[in-house]
C-alpha cells in the first residue's frame, strides 16, 4: 500500500512565513516610504533571507501588491471584494438610495484601510513599478464597480436615464471617480473633513446619481 504523505505543516509553516513577510513589509512602507522598503530590507526586518522573500511573495513589485490586497480585505483569503459577504450584504437594501449609503460606508471603511498606504507608496508614482501598480489597483476598482452597478441593476434596477449599453457605461465611470482613494484623501487628509463626513457625501452624491 502506498504511503500518502501529509504536507499541511508544510503548508501551513509557508502561509505563516508569507504572512510575516508582508505584514513586515506594510510596517516598513508606513515607516519608511516605498524607496526605503528593498528586498533586503524586508528580508532582514522579517528575519528571512532575501530567497525567503522571493520564493514566498516576490520581488518588490509583488510584495506592495500583497501589501496592498491585504490592507484592503483585511485578510489574506483570496476571494474577490465583489464575493466577499459584506459587499454582497448592500445589495440586501430596500431600495437604491439604501444601497447608495451603505455603498459609501463601503467604501469610506476601504479608503480608511488603505490611504495610510497609499499616501507611502504614490508620493513615489514616477517610479515605473509604482506606475504599473496604481494602474492594476485602477483596473481593479473599475471591475468592482462594474459588480456594483450589475448588481444594482439586477436587484434593484436602475433608473431610466441610465438605460442602455452607454448610459450604464457612463454610470460606472461617474461611481468608479467618486469611489477613487484620492477623493477620500482630498477631503480627509487635505482639507481636514471627518470620515463620516466624507461618506455622508458620497453618500448624498451616489444617492443623486443613482436616482
Known amino acids: 500500500m502506498a504511503r500518502t504523505y501529509d504536507n499541511s505543516a508544510r503548508t501551513q509553516l509557508a502561509e505563516r512565513t508569507r504572512s510575516a513577510i508582508v505584514a513586515t513589509a506594510r510596517d516598513l512602507l508606513l515607516d519608511g516610504g516605498y524607496p526605503a522598503m528593498t528586498v533586503a530590507s524586508l528580508a532582514a526586518a522579517a528575519g528571512v533571507s532575501p530567497q525567503t522573500v522571493y520564493n514566498s511573495v516576490g520581488g518588490k513589485a509583488a510584495v506592495v501588491k500583497a501589501v496592498y490586497d491585504r490592507t484592503m480585505a483585511g485578510d489574506d483569503d483570496e476571494v474577490a471584494m465583489s464575493e466577499r459577504p459584506e459587499f454582497r450584504a448592500m445589495f440586501e437594501a430596500a431600495d437604491r438610495a439604501a444601497f447608495a449609503r451603505a455603498y459609501a460606508g463601503w467604501v469610506r471603511e476601504r479608503s480608511e484601510r488603505v490611504g495610510p498606504l497609499l499616501g507611502a507608496l504614490?508620493?513615489?508614482?514616477?517610479?515605473?513599478?509604482?506606475?504599473?501598480?496604481?494602474?492594476?489597483?485602477?483596473?481593479?476598482?473599475?471591475?468592482?464597480?462594474?459588480?456594483?452597478?450589475?448588481?444594482?441593476?439586477?436587484?434593484?434596477?436602475?433608473?431610466?436615464?441610465?438605460?442602455?449599453?452607454?448610459?450604464?457605461?457612463?454610470?460606472?465611470?461617474?461611481?468608479?471617480?467618486?469611489?477613487?482613494?484620492?477623493?477620500?484623501?482630498r477631503l480627509v487628509r487635505r482639507r481636514g473633513w471627518s470620515p463620516a463626513e466624507y461618506e455622508d457625501w458620497l453618500a448624498g452624491q451616489l444617492v443623486a446619481l443613482l436616482g
Open 122 to 185: 504614490l508620493a513615489h508614482g514616477t517610479d515605473a513599478a509604482l506606475v504599473d501598480f496604481a494602474a492594476t489597483i485602477d483596473q481593479e476598482r473599475y471591475v468592482g464597480t462594474t459588480h456594483a452597478i450589475d448588481g444594482v441593476r439586477d436587484r434593484l434596477g436602475l433608473a431610466q436615464r441610465h438605460a442602455g449599453k452607454k448610459a450604464r457605461q457612463r454610470l460606472v465611470d461617474a461611481v468608479w471617480t467618486l469611489n477613487a482613494p484620492e477623493g477620500y484623501d
